[in-house]
């Protein structure tokens, strides 16, 4: 007798558990997302080497999709370095100057 007595209890637990999450999830559903619109904007990009970029996309920028059109920037740190190479930035001297 006990033991059924449990299992209903326990099947009410639960269920009452699932309908409290199910309501928070359903109410999250129905809040509506923020929507901005974007400007269309138009700007003509040149690559590293100064040359027209091969690879353009229909607005007339490069398309970064392709290598040369990707831009690197070499940074060198004056202060100490970590084992693979990179700037400690524990120090000063590593750090960026705002």
């Known amino acids: 007798m006990f033991q059924n007595q449990k299992i ?25 997302a923020k ?11 040149t690559s590293v080497t100064g040359t027209t970029p091969k690879h353009v996309k229909a607005d007339g920028t490069a398309d970064k999709r392709y290598k040369e059109n990707k831009t690197t920037t070499t940074t060198t ?6 084992k693979d190479g990179t700037a400690d930035m524990r120090y000063k001297a590593n750090k960026k100057k705002k």
Do not use: E, H, W
């Not at 209890?9 to 409290?20: E, G, P, S, T, V």
């Not at 400007?39 to 990009?45: F, G, Q």
């Open 77 to 82: 740190t004056t202060g100490p370095k970590k």
């Open 35 to 45: 929507t901005t619109k974007k400007k269309a904007t138009t700007t003509t990009s």
């Open 8 to 32: 209903i209890n326990m099947k009410k637990i639960i269920l009452a558990i699932l309908f409290f999450v199910a309501s928070f999830s359903f109410a999250n559903a129905q809040t509506k």
